[in-house]
C-alpha cells in the first residue's frame, strides 16, 4: 500500500498487482484504521512525516513515537481495516495483512537514491584516503564520508515506510541520522581548519567534532528546547561555520593560486550542493509547507558537495577545476534566468506555459549564452589569441641569427603569451604538458634550444590548464613547421648553389678553355659570349630547348678547335634522326656531359685520339666519349667534382653513367631518355 498526505487527509491506494489492488485502485481518503480488538485510530498526516525532526516540540515527538508503536504492533498481530471514504461520509472497509517483508520492488526510487548517496559518498571517501593516506585532509574527509552514510541508510529506512515503524527502532534510525548529519558538518569544519592551509594550531582542529558531539548527546537525552534547537540549530551554525571558515581560508590564500583554486571549487561545491537541499526540502518545512521534492532525493546535494570536495582533497586535475566552476556557474546561472523569465512571462503577461518557456528559451540562448566568452576573459584572466600574430613571430624566431638569438626570442614569445615567473631549463627526460598541479606548463626542445618548464602563470595569479597545454602545443608546432621550413630553404639554397657551381663546372670552363685555344678573333669573341649567355641562363636557373643537329654542330666545332689546339685527334660519329627537339634539361646536360668527358680526357689521358659517338635508340639517346689515353683507376678520382656531376645530371634525367677504365684509354657512356627529367 502507499500512503500519503494531503493537507488534513490521508490517501491509501493499492500497489500494482498487489493483494488489495482491485479494492482501492485510485488514490482514496482514508478516514481510519481498525485493529484487530476492534479499537478505532484515526490517521493524522503527521504520521506519514519523513523526518521526525521537522515536529514543533519533543512532546510531539514522543506521541509521534508512540502511534507508531500502536501502528506497528497492529499490523504485526494481524489484519486489520482500513476504513476508506472521505471525513464525515459513511465509509467502506477493506481488509488487509501486514507482510512480514516488505518485497524489493515495492521499494520506492527515494530509498534506493539514499543508499545510493551513502554508499557512493563512502567509495569516495576511501578514493581520497587511498590517494593520499598520510595526510590530515583525506583523513578527515574520509570521515565525513562516514557521516553521509551514517544518515543516509537510516534516512532510507524510516523516510520510505508504507505506514508504519516500530517506535524504538525509528528513534534510533533518527538518532543514527541526526548523528551522521551533524559528523559530516562538523568534520567538513574541521577540514576546513587544516586545508588548504591550517588555520588553527595542534589539536584544536577537532573542537568542531567534540562540540557538535555534545550536542548530539543533549539531543538525544531531549535537553535542547525542542527539535529546532536540538537537531536543526546544530545544522545551520555547522553550514555558517563552513563557510565562514572557507572565507578566512581565501584570505589566507593571498598570492597562492593552487590554495584559491580550491577554495573557489569548495565554494561551489557547497553553494551549489547546500542549495539543492535548503531550498526545496529546508525552507518548505520552515514555513509549514510540504517540500517541493522528497527529503531522499534531497540528499542527492549532498553528494555534490562531497564529490566537489572530494576532487579539491584529492587535488584531481587542480588546474582544471576554475574552469570547471565557471562553467558550472555561468550554466547554472543561464538555468535560474530561464525558470525566472519563464515565471514572469506566466504572471505578469499572462502567457501559456508552453510559448512562455519557449520565448524564455530564446532569449535565454540570443541574450545570457553569447556573454560565455566575455564572462570567461573577465573571470578566468583569459586573453584573446591572435593566431596569425603568433605564426609571424613563430617565423621570425625560426629565422633568428644564431643559437643563442634562437633560445632569447623563444623565451620572450613564451614570457609575453603566458606571463610565468619564470623560466627554467627542463630536465629532458621531463613530460610535456602541464605539471605540478597547473604550476608549470613544460615545453619541449626545439631549434636547438632545450626543453624549458614555465612557472605559475600570469604572474603567479592562476594556475596552468589544459588550454594552456593546448596553446603551447600550437605555438610549438608553429615553431616547428618554420623551423622545418627555414631548413627546407637552407636545403634549396645549398642544392641550388651545387647546382650553379656544377654548371659552372662542366659548361664554362670548357667554353673559355675553347675561346683562349681558338686563334680567330671573331670565333673567341662569339665563345666568350656564349659563355657569358650560358653564366646568366646558369645564374638565373633558365633554359631554351634546342635542335639536336644544330646543338650537336655546335659542339662539334667548339671541340675540334679545342682538340686542335692540344695536337689531338678528334673523330665525330652521330646517328640520329634530323627532328629531334631536345628540351632544355636535355641540352644543359648533353652539354655538360660532353664537355666534362672530353675535357676529362685531354687533361688527364695525355692522349693521341679522342672519338665522340651518339646514337638514337629506343632508350633515348647514347652518348659515347672514349680516348686511348693512359686510362685510370676509379679510386684514382673518386674524389673530384667531375664524374659526381655527371652522375646527379644523369640521375635527374633518370638516365645511367657508365665509366669504362683500362691500361689504354677510357669509355664513357651516357644514357638518357628524350623526355626529359623523371617525375
Request: net charge neutral; hydrophobic share 50%.
Amino acid at each position: 500500500m502507499r500512503f500519503s498526505a494531503d493537507g488534513a487527509a490521508v490517501s491509501v491506494q493499492a500497489v500494482p498487482n498487489g493483494p488489495a489492488a482491485r479494492a482501492v485502485e485510485a488514490p482514496t481518503p482514508l478516514q481510519a484504521v481498525r485493529l484487530a480488538n476492534g479499537e478505532v485510530l484515526k490517521l493524522e498526516p503527521g504520521d506519514l512525516v519523513e523526518e521526525p525532526d521537522t515536529l514543533a516540540s519533543y512532546a510531539d515527538m514522543r506521541r509521534f513515537f508512540a502511534r507508531q508503536i500502536v501502528l506497528a504492533s497492529a499490523l504485526r498481530k494481524g489484519p486489520v481495516e482500513l476504513v476508506l471514504g472521505a471525513p464525515g461520509a459513511e465509509g467502506r472497509n477493506v481488509q488487509v495483512t501486514a507482510q512480514p517483508r516488505r518485497p524489493l520492488g515495492d521499494l520506492p526510487a527515494a530509498f534506493w537514491v539514499q543508499l545510493a548517496v551513502g554508499a557512493v559518498s563512502f567509495l569516495i571517501g576511501a578514493w581520497v584516503l587511498r590517494a593520499r593516506p598520510d595526510a590530515l585532509a583525506p583523513r578527515l574527509f574520509a570521515l565525513a564520508s562516514f557521516g553521509i552514510l551514517g544518515f543516509t541508510f537510516p534516512a532510507a529506512l524510516y523516510s520510505t515506510r508504507e505506514l508504519a515503524l516500530d517506535g524504538p527502532l525509528f528513534a534510533a534510525a533518527s538518532a543514527a541520522n541526526h548523528f551522521g548529519a551533524l559528523l559530516f558538518g562538523a568534520t567538513m569544519t574541521a577540514l576546513l581548519l587544516v586545508y588548504p592551509r591550517r588555520l588553527v594550531p595542534g589539536r584544536w582542529f577537532a573542537a568542531p567534532l567534540v562540540i557538535f558531539g555534545l550536542w548530539w548527546v543533549a539531543d538525544t537525552l531531549r535537553l535542547p528546547g525542542g527539535p529546532a534547537w536540538g537537531a536543526n540549530l546544530p545544522t545551520l551554525i555547522e553550514m555558517i561555520a563552513i563557510l565562514v571558515c572557507a572565507g578566512v581560508q581565501y584570505w589566507r590564500a593571498g598570492e597562492d593560486p593552487a590554495a584559491r583554486t580550491i577554495l573557489r571549487w569548495f565554494g561551489l561545491a557547497i553553494a551549489v550542493g547546500a542549495g539543492g537541499f535548503v531550498f526545496p526540502v529546508v525552507t518548505p518545512h520552515m514555513r509549514g509547507e510540504r517540500g517541493v521534492v522528497s527529503q531522499g532525493y534531497g540528499f542527492l546535494s549532498f553528494l555534490i558537495i562531497h564529490l566537489g570536495i572530494a576532487i579539491g582533497v584529492a587535488r584531481y586535475r587542480l588546474f582544471e577545476l576554475d574552469r570547471w566552476a565557471f562553467r558550472i556557474l555561468f550554466y547554472m546561472i543561464g538555468a535560474g534566468l530561464l525558470l525566472a523569465l519563464d515565471a514572469l512571462l506566466i504572471s505578469a503577461v499572462s502567457l501559456a506555459r508552453v510559448p512562455a518557456f519557449g520565448l524564455s528559451l530564446a532569449l535565454i540562448a540570443v541574450l545570457y549564452l553569447p556573454l560565455r566568452d566575455h564572462a570567461a576573459r573577465w573571470v578566468l584572466g583569459r586573453r584573446e589569441i591572435d593566431r596569425a600574430r603568433l605564426a609571424k613571430d613563430a617565423i621570425a624566431i625560426a629565422l633568428s641569427p644564431g643559437p643563442e638569438a634562437f633560445e632569447a626570442n623563444w623565451r620572450n614569445l613564451l614570457d609575453e603569451v603566458f606571463e610565468p615567473l619564470e623560466i627554467v631549463p627542463a630536465a629532458p627526460s621531463t613530460p610535456t604538458g602541464v605539471a605540478h598541479e597547473g604550476r608549470a606548463l613544460v615545453v619541449p626542445a626545439l631549434g636547438g634550444a632545450p626543453a624549458l618548464r614555465l612557472e605559475h602563470p600570469r604572474r603567479g595569479r592562476r594556475l596552468f590548464n589544459s588550454g594552456d597545454g593546448r596553446l603551447a602545443d600550437e605555438i610549438c608546432a608553429m615553431l616547428a613547421n618554420a623551423i622545418d621550413g627555414r631548413r627546407a630553404y637552407e636545403r634549396g639554397v645549398a642544392e641550388e648553389r651545387r647546382r650553379i657551381a656544377r654548371d659552372m663546372h662542366d659548361n664554362i670552363g670548357v667554353q673559355l678553355m675553347s675561346a683562349l685555344h681558338t686563334e680567330e678573333l671573331l670565333r673567341k669573341d662569339r665563345l666568350v659570349r656564349d659563355a657569358l649567355a650560358d653564366l646568366r641562363d646558369i645564374i638565373n636557373a633558365v633554359g631554351a630547348e634546342a635542335a639536336l643537329p644544330d646543338l650537336l654542330a655546335d659542339l662539334r666545332l667548339e671541340f675540334a678547335e679545342l682538340l686542335a689546339a692540344r695536337g689531338i685527334a678528334f673523330d665525330w660519329r652521330v646517328l640520329e634522326p634530323d627532328h629531334i627537339q631536345l628540351a632544355a634539361p636535355g641540352v644543359q646536360t648533353l652539354r655538360a656531359i660532353l664537355r666534362e668527358a672530353v675535357s676529362n680526357a685531354f687533361r688527364h689521358g695525355e692522349p693521341s685520339r679522342i672519338a665522340v659517338q651518339i646514337v638514337t635508340n629506343a632508350a633515348g639517346l647514347l652518348v659515347e666519349v672514349s680516348d686511348d689515353g693512359r686510362g685510370f683507376e676509379l679510386v684514382e678520382v673518386a674524389g673530384g667534382n667531375g664524374l659526381s656531376n655527371m652522375r646527379q645530371r644523369m640521375a635527374a634525367l633518370g638516365g645511367r653513367l657508365t665509366i669504362l677504365p683500362s691500361e689504354r684509354g677510357v669509355r664513357v657512356q651516357a644514357q638518357f631518355p628524350l623526355a626529359g627529367p623523371r617525375p
